[in-house]
């Protein structure tokens, strides 16, 4: 009887720490794609007016590059002390550091109200945010992985990634609605409402993280006292095959979301002259279907392996990009909307969902936050961070031709399946 008990109070703390992770990584990332997905709308207006309008494209993309080139050292910093300190303590930091630098961008003034000191603003914010989800989109990985019933670690790391969509959701619904105004109210005052709403989501999500426990690998680890001092010299030197593999399979899967759901909202309205809602809805289509095909894929990667559902869905990628620039071609808003489903809600979903897991099972329970963030982060800045505004500087180069993004694209795409065929098979490790 006192046996069954604490197995039923284990499995209610499991499940809040399950929901815990998933709803602070789902207001993280609100907070972080907000910011992608109305700067491609009016930050090119109210903040680089000065600049000729391709060319004002290009600087949106480097200042949302600047997210995620911030991403390895908020990585570096938050996975040492999450490693040295445990997953926690880390989460509600990376929390409350996310939401200040969200609210703050919605406060900003504009160029024609400070002149060069917007943009600036409007940088540095934007280093904060990728700064702290450095630490969070694998601290709260972690925290759940490490504590999930063997067989199962595929489905509940996915159920955490599947936040990422979730919050995509969510970001595009608030992006949609002001994305009706007209024009004048959104660049007045519509584009700061998404952003403000930020505090209040954070302050929910710091009062249900306070509640849950430290990893039950982590607190296990803790009990011996054999912590590493420094986790980021004994990945390098103990776990370089493993990083290396992180690193690039994270480049061609963050590659391929951002060129298809980011870096496709610009290309549709700028060069193909789509309309804005158009593109905002078909990217909110899309997540609505990788919400549940993420946890799918995962769950799936437990009974067949984290390779083979990963390897389908870099092949996959491989023969669709051409096909997906062409359908955006056609410019029927039918067929458009497709494009991006099939690409966000599917495609990139068969290496989202296992990726996780994957990725936690390469790397000691030590040294897993340090390996996992450095390898996850650096891959996705060369990938996913630069993708939007190399493919916007290649159609500036080529004169709107897509053919260079498309072999731009599949040079990582072909590294990442050598990668992805060199790593071993986890499923069945013991972390």
Known sequence: ????????????????????????????????FIYAFLAPLVFDKLFFPKLDPQVGTIAVFATFAVGFLARPLGGIVFGHFGDRIGRKSILLITLLL???????????????????????????LRFLQG?????????????????????????????VYAAG???????????????R????????????????VSIVLVAVGIYVRLKVEES???ARLAATREVAQVPLLEVFRKFPRPTAITLLVSLAETSFFYLTAIFAISYGIKN??????????????????????????????DRVGRKPVFMAGVIA????IYPFFLMLGTRDPVLVTLAIVLAAGLIHPLMFGPEGSFFSEQFDTRVRFSGVSFGKQVGTVLGGGLAPMIAATLLLKYDGSFVPVVVYFLVMAFVALAATIAARETRHATI
Do not use: H, K
Request: include cysteine; hydrophobic fraction near 55%.
């Open 216 to 218: 039950a690998s982590f």
């Open 98 to 124: 996310m939401g200040i630098a969200t609210t703050l961008i919605g406060l900003l003034p504009t160029y024609e109200q400070v002149g060069i000191l917007a943009p600036i603003a409007l940088v540095t």
């Open 131 to 159: 700064f702290a989800l450095g630490g969070e989109s694998i601290g709260a990985l972690l925290l759940t992985v490490e504590s999930a019933p063997q067989g199962r670690r595929g489905f509940f790391g996915s159920l």
């Open 181 to 196: 105004l007209p024009e004048e109210d959104l660049l007045s005052w519509g584009w700061r409402v998404p952003f403000l």
């Open 272 to 301: 193909l002259g789509m309309t804005r809602v158009v593109m905002t809805d078909a990217v909110f289509y899309a997540n609505c279907l990788a919400f549940f095909a993420v946890p799918f894929f995962g769950s799936l990667s």
């Open 317 to 320: 990628t491989i023969l669709y």
């Open 165 to 179: 969509p979730f919050s995509i959701v969510m970001a595009t619904l608030a992006v949609s609605m002001v994305a």
């Open 1 to 32: 009887m006192q046996s069954a008990t604490t197995g039923a109070s284990a499995s209610r703390g499991y499940t809040r720490l399950v929901l815990a992770s998933c709803f602070g990584t789902a207001i993280e990332w609100y907070d972080f």
